[in-house]
């Protein structure tokens, strides 16, 4: 069973910077997936897509209201999922989960949390303004 772990939650100052981690492990077995994603969740909201990086081939996309402040990355050697959040909003305020997607998915797809296999904890951001 695929566990995910996060980490860097905290709070912000709105135009700060804040980086999120997530660890993946596969007890007994290499991790692999297709892609993971960031996503986020307010009270009483569903989960929004905020970004995605396939697993393999490092391609990215953004949720329009945080494309150009966001990055997602990853490391293949250390089965960890990134995400930097700098020039941060009040509106970015939310739970964020990582999630793993086992099987390939085309772009539109992959935004949807439906499509992901497993999830991890979540890690609270909390910005200021």
């Known amino acids: 069973q695929v566990q995910l772990v996060e980490s860097g939650g905290g709070l912000v100052q709105a135009g700060g910077s804040l980086s999120l981690s997530c660890v993946a492990s596969?007890?007994?077995?290499?991790?692999?997936?297709?892609?993971m994603s960031w996503f986020r969740q307010t009270p009483g909201k569903e989960r929004e897509f905020v970004a995605a990086?396939?697993?393999?081939?490092?391609?990215?996309q953004y949720a329009d209201s945080v494309k150009g402040r966001f990055a997602i990355s990853r490391s293949i050697t250390d089965n960890t999922l990134y995400l930097q959040m700098n020039n941060v909003k009040p509106e970015d305020t939310a739970v964020y989960y990582c999630?793993?997607?086992?099987?390939?998915?085309?772009?539109?797809?992959?935004?949807?949390?439906?499509?992901?296999?497993?999830w991890g904890q979540g890690t609270q951001v909390t910005v200021s303004s």
């Open positions: 990086i396939t697993w393999i081939g490092g391609s990215t």
């Open positions: 999630a793993a997607n086992v099987k390939p998915t085309d772009r539109y797809y992959s935004t949807l949390a439906s499509v992901h296999d497993y």
């Open positions: 596969d007890p007994g077995r290499p991790f692999g997936c297709y892609s």
